[in-house]
């Protein structure tokens, strides 16, 4: 069965803090692995897609990176705005639906 | 360039009742999906329609339902409420290129 997981649940980071979010998935075929921001009471905000192992991408404080089991995302000097629930979806071959995790609660202290 | 817009913002329904709730995609994409997201739960996918078809289908019963309008906008149909029903429901587009790309939901509140 395909599946997704994220950890860790909950993360408290001082500003400044550096630390990774991780992705793991068990899937039958990878098409793309995507990675979203969700404030509260708001949709999900796309961040980045990642499609191949070995693949990075970068966007300000974020980088996400792709191994053939897992996803990282880096939050590098993060900021109180970093602040938001980071959720993984990943695009399973021939389908067309995303699978998501539950995603990680991250917040950042000034 | 519009984002994806669904409405209405809340919806309070009754048990049994019935709820209707839309989506305008962003435009030039041909695909929606609909996705319920329950209190301290993931996104859950419910519904793909794409060129006015319904493509795919999660584990959800028959009461919820939904269409595809030949301007590609959609709406989510859901019959006989229940409590449980009671979720934030978030509608996505995309068009081949993918990714999806959602707008800030409809929150559905069952009494």
């Known amino acids: 069965e395909d599946q997704v997981t994220q950890s860790p649940e909950a993360l408290r980071l001082q500003e400044g803090e550096s630390s990774s979010l991780n992705c793991s998935y068990t899937v039958s075929g990878l098409r793309g692995l995507f990675w979203y921001r969700q404030d509260p009471g708001k949709g999900p905000e796309f961040l980045f897609t990642l499609y191949s192992a070995g693949e990075e991408k970068e966007k300000e404080r974020l980088k996400a990176t792709l191994t053939k089991k897992e996803s990282f995302l880096h939050i590098t000097a993060p900021k109180p705005e970093d602040s938001a629930t980071y959720l993984c979806?990943?695009?399973?071959?021939?389908?067309?639906?995303?699978?998501f995790g539950t995603g990680t609660r991250l917040k950042v202290l000034a | 360039e519009a984002g994806v817009t669904q409405s209405p913002t809340h919806l309070i329904k009754t048990r049994g009742q019935q709820a209707t709730l839309r989506c305008s995609p962003i435009s030039g994409h041909t695909s929606v999906y609909w996705y319920q997201q329950a209190l301290g739960l993931g996104l859950q996918f419910l519904l793909w329609y794409d060129e006015g078809e319904e493509r795919n289908r999660g584990i959800f019963p028959p009461r919820f339902s939904g269409r595809q309008f030949p301007n590609y906008s959609s709406e989510l149909n859901v019959n006989a409420l229940e409590l449980e029903d009671s979720a934030l429901y978030l509608c996505?587009?995309?068009?081949?290129?993918?990714?999806?790309?959602f707008g800030d939901g409809t929150r559905l509140s069952i009494l």
């Open positions: 979806a990943v695009d399973t071959s021939g389908t067309y639906k995303y699978i």
């Open positions: 996505a587009s995309s068009n081949a290129q993918r990714p999806q790309h």
